[in-house]
Structure formats: structure tokens, C-alpha cells
């Protein structure tokens, strides 16, 4: 397993969440995507380390913003 963090900024509410959750849980290999508005706080665990420019793309898509952490 794997563990990488972001930033994300815009997110507000518990729909936002839900956004980024769908859109990042879609990219292969994803097991597990904690994310919370309060913190911007985005943790994806995956079963083999994780390519930054597809979650990066997917978080965009969900209509938002991310940076490793």
C-alpha cells in the first residue's frame, strides 16, 4: 500500500467532498480517499504508489484545486 496527501483549496461543504471523493476513488489502483473540507486535507491510499497528475486531473474534474503535500 501506498499513502499520498494534497491540499486542496474551494472545497466547503460535505458535497465536496463527496466530489473529490468520487472523481479520485475512479483512478486505478485507488483503494481508500479520505478528504475533508474543514481541513483541505486529501489522503489517497493506493495499492501501488500513485501517479500526482492523475489526482491533480481528477480533483480538477470534481471542479477544484490540489498540490502534494
Request: proline residues 3%; negative net charge; glycine residues 10%.
Amino acid at each position: 500500500m501506498s499513502t499520498s496527501e494534497y491540499q486542496v483549496t474551494g472545497m466547503t461543504c460535505g458535497h465536496c467532498e463527496m466530489s473529490v471523493r468520487e472523481e479520485v476513488g475512479g483512478i486505478d489502483g485507488v483503494e481508500h480517499v479520505d478528504v475533508s473540507a474543514a481541513t483541505g486535507k486529501l489522503v489517497v491510499t493506493s495499492t501501488e504508489p500513485i501517479n500526482d497528475a492523475a489526482v491533480l486531473a481528477a480533483v480538477d474534474e470534481a471542479g477544484y484545486t490540489a498540490v502534494p503535500v
